[in-house]
């Protein structure tokens, strides 16, 4: 609330389409999900993660009878639309070299990077939540804590299987690339505002708490 009270945020689109690609991969909607990883992608390339872990569980979660290079060109079909759609209008507008240079150049070339330790990785994004989050750093730890436990709830359920996890379960989109955004966050975290992308787990982590305290006291 507090962020967006300040002003518009560059990542809260982000968020949206993050949340509707998982939502969508976890429904087998291929195209669909494939465009909202493309928007993501499109807003802050680092959640470009989405749109390959869509693409990868449309071959790995192939149902019998439907070809899997079906699906993986629903998914391309997909991810490609919106990209090709905003290229040509910043072709339109001779802008093109402008948008490649800041959407991708930019990123890989000219963006100042501070060497830190290993050590210091690590705790960056745990301090950024008490500096950028405040009042809710404590839902937000909870949140994630319950994420580490939900793995561990899904995996019982496939016989401690991670492939039958990831062929059949509908959070496998989910539980897939949480671990890549943690490794990417302890390689290149700028701050608070790429936390951004971690709400919708923690989110998800906190509601389950609620979900799971709620049925223990109407089981009282």
């Known amino acids: 609330g507090i962020h967006a009270a300040s002003g518009p ?3 809260t689109p982000m968020v949206l389409f993050e949340i509707l690609s998982l939502l969508l991969t976890a429904r087998r909607k291929w195209f669909w999900a494939g ?3 493309s928007l993501a992608f499109l807003v802050w390339q680092a959640a470009g993660i989405y749109a390959l872990v869509t693409f990868f569980l449309a071959i790995l979660q192939s149902e019998p009878g439907r070809p899997r290079i079906r699906n993986a060109l629903y998914v391309i079909a997909g991810v490609l639309t919106p990209i090709i759609v905003v290229s040509l209008y910043f072709w339109s507008q001779g802008a093109l070299k402008d948008f490649f240079d800041g959407a991708i150049l930019f990123n890989l070339f000219y963006l100042e990077r501070t060497s830190y330790t290993l050590l210091e990785h690590i705790l960056r994004p745990i ?3 008490n500096i950028g989050y405040r009042s809710m750093a404590l839902p937000i730890f909870i949140g994630f804590f319950m994420v580490l436990f939900m793995y561990a709830w899904r995996l019982r359920l496939y ?6 996890l990831i062929r059949k379960d509908h959070f496998s989109a989910f539980l897939l690339s949480l671990p890549i955004i943690i490794i990417w966050s302890l390689v290149d975290f700028q701050g608070y505002p ?3 992308i971690f709400l919708p787990y923690v989110a998800i982590g906190f ?3 609620l979900h799971l305290t709620l049925n223990s006291l109407l089981s009282i």
């Open 194 to 196: 790429d936390l951004y």
């Open 159 to 164: 016989g401690a299987s991670f492939l039958e």
């Open 127 to 129: 301090i950024s939540v």
């Open 9 to 11: 945020r560059a990542k």
């Open 35 to 37: 465009i909202c990883g």
């Open 207 to 209: 509601g389950w708490l």
